[in-house]
């Protein structure tokens, strides 16, 4: 651990692992570019954060005694401006939920990682932490309601394949804000080309569509949209790839209690509109663009359909 690094111009980064080969190869890899301090256990990090400040944090996730998740919830606790990444060998649907409901992660990055992947991650997330704004608040989901809405709140798109779940869900958001319904994205799009809408409630398997694709499509269109998924079939893979190429703010597992659902939607509510009053922090939550040549043409193609049937209305 190294707690007393003299203070630098370069952007400062904290490396959180037990393993000491790992954290020397991190240091190795980038010294020459950063600031770079690193912690062989979380209770170690926990201290150093409580003295020393920095732009990216980056913890594996299955430490002895302090998971990875654990410290980036206290991370995100003690320096909310920082921008956090989870190191991840292996694939846990809890730890990946807890990652981006609790933690809030930037970004999961595989191990063994590749170093030009993590270089441009790394690079990303430097980037995003020097946004000259205030952070987005630390919002941890909620276990009840956050408080009513107010009447000018932004409208909620609901995405469901299932009639009946749209009516349910409509029925629970609906008393506190204009909440639209739409059982295909096609539906939802043409909703959103003729109403104001700033958060998505959608379920995670639409027929015929890459969710994750899709909602990375709409906040490329749209940076300042909000989403939270709703699921039953989830696994930690697809939810990795929900955080990396769709930002999305909050993966809710069903069933989902209609308290939780709100207090979550309000929550959704009020970041659309500091990212709407903000927009510069929406360089916080940028979203990673597929690598695979397959991936980045149906990507593009998804991105043009979406332009299409939003400005189809509005032309």
Request: charged share 25%.
């Given at each position: 651990?190294?707690?007393?690094?003299?203070?630098?111009?370069?952007?400062?980064?904290?490396?959180?692992?037990?393993?000491?080969?790992?954290?020397?190869?991190?240091?190795?890899?980038?010294?020459?570019?950063?600031?770079?301090?690193?912690?062989?256990?979380?209770?170690?990090?926990?201290?150093?954060?409580?003295?020393?400040?920095?732009?990216?944090?980056?913890?594996?996730?299955?430490?002895?005694?302090?998971?990875?998740?654990?410290?980036?919830?206290?991370?995100?606790?003690?320096?909310?401006?920082?921008?956090?990444?989870?190191?991840?060998?292996?694939?846990?649907?809890?730890?990946?939920?807890?990652?981006?409901?609790?933690?809030?992660?930037?970004?999961?990055?595989?191990?063994?990682?590749?170093?030009?992947?993590?270089?441009?991650?790394l690079a990303s997330?430097?980037?995003?932490?020097?946004?000259?704004?205030?952070?987005?608040?630390?919002?941890?989901?909620?276990?009840?309601?956050?408080?009513?809405?107010?009447?000018?709140?932004?409208?909620?798109?609901?995405?469901?394949?299932?009639?009946?779940?749209?009516?349910?869900?409509?029925?629970?958001?609906?008393?506190?804000?204009?909440?639209?319904?739409?059982?295909?994205?096609?539906?939802?799009?043409?909703?959103?080309?003729?109403?104001?809408?700033?958060?998505?409630?959608?379920?995670?398997?639409?027929?015929?569509?890459?969710?994750?694709?899709?909602?990375?499509?709409?906040?490329?269109?749209?940076?300042?949209?909000?989403?939270?998924?709703?699921?039953?079939?989830?696994?930690?893979?697809?939810?990795?790839?929900?955080?990396?190429?769709?930002?999305?703010?909050?993966?809710?597992?069903?069933p989902v209690s209609?308290?939780?659902?709100?207090?979550?939607?309000?929550?959704?509510?009020?970041?659309?509109?500091?990212?709407?009053?903000?927009?510069?922090?929406?360089?916080?939550?940028?979203?990673?663009?597929?690598?695979?040549?397959?991936?980045?043409?149906?990507?593009?193609?998804m991105l043009a359909?979406?332009?299409?049937?939003?400005?189809?209305?509005?032309?």
């Open positions: 651990m190294n707690a007393t690094s003299p203070p630098t111009s370069q952007p400062r980064v904290l490396f959180i692992d037990d393993e000491p080969r790992v954290l020397i190869a991190l240091k190795v890899i980038f010294r020459d570019h950063y600031e770079v301090v690193t912690a062989n256990s979380g209770a170690a990090a926990i201290e150093i954060l409580q003295a020393q400040s920095f732009d990216v944090i980056v913890s594996d996730q299955r430490m002895p005694g302090m998971t990875g998740i654990e410290v980036l919830r206290e991370a995100r606790r003690l320096q909310p401006k920082a921008i956090r990444i989870l190191l991840t060998g292996y694939s846990d649907l809890n730890a990946t939920v807890d990652a981006i409901n609790e933690g809030e992660v930037f970004r999961f990055v595989a191990k063994p990682w590749s170093n030009e992947k993590l270089r441009a991650t997330a430097v980037e995003a932490a020097a946004t000259d704004a205030p952070p987005l608040p630390a919002d941890a989901v909620p276990q009840a309601d956050t408080g009513s809405a107010p009447s000018s709140a932004v409208g909620v798109l609901v995405l469901d394949p299932d009639e009946q779940t749209r009516a349910t869900l409509k029925g629970t958001l609906g008393k506190e804000r204009p909440v639209y319904c739409a059982g295909s994205l096609d539906e939802g799009l043409n909703l959103m080309s003729t109403h104001r809408i700033g958060v998505i409630v959608s379920e995670l398997m639409l027929e015929g569509e890459d969710l994750p694709l899709a909602l990375g499509a709409l906040r490329r269109h749209d940076p300042s949209l909000v989403a939270v998924v709703l699921t039953s079939e989830a696994d930690a893979q697809r939810a990795i790839t929900l955080i990396n190429q769709s930002q999305i703010y909050r993966l809710l597992r069903k209609d308290q939780l659902l709100r207090g979550t939607v309000n929550l959704a509510s009020q970041r659309f509109t500091t990212l709407t009053k903000h927009p510069e922090l929406v360089r916080r939550n940028e979203i990673e663009l597929p690598t695979e040549p397959a991936a980045q043409t149906v990507a593009v193609g359909r979406i332009k299409r049937l939003l400005l189809r209305q509005t032309a």
